[in-house]
């Protein structure tokens, strides 16, 4: 998976440069969310704009994310929803577990 991070305080952005989040490619998601995590960064930000399609696996690799950045008293929040990503947010509930925002700066914002 296509992975673009970069830094900004104590804040990391990560921008998924991939259409479709799936079994294929979202262990590595997962993978580098828990390199961050064991390098000390807890408060993440997940770019979802290039995401067209996201099925369980890709959920469950943000979940984790989220899971883990909450144990090390940090945060994961989202991006930049494309409608149908959105909408399996919805479907799934994922969206009251999740801070969504509609653009990068209000995600910077929030923290």
Do not use: W, Y
């Not at 945060?75 to 509930?93: A, D, G």
């Amino acid at each position: 998976m296509q992975l673009n991070i970069s830094e900004q305080g104590d804040i990391v952005q990560i921008s998924v440069q991939e259409e479709r989040m799936d079994a294929h490619n979202s262990g590595d998601l997962k993978e580098q969310m828990l390199q961050l995590f064991d390098d000390g960064k807890c408060n993440l930000i997940v770019d979802l704009s290039a995401v067209r399609f996201i099925d369980s696996s890709g959920l469950g690799a943000l979940v984790s994310g989220f899971k883990n950045a909450s144990a090390r008293e940090g945060n994961l929040k989202l991006c930049c929803l494309q409608p149908q990503v959105r909408s399996m947010f919805e479907l799934t509930r994922l969206h009251r577990v999740f801070e969504i925002f509609t653009t990068l700066d209000e995600a910077q914002a929030s923290f």
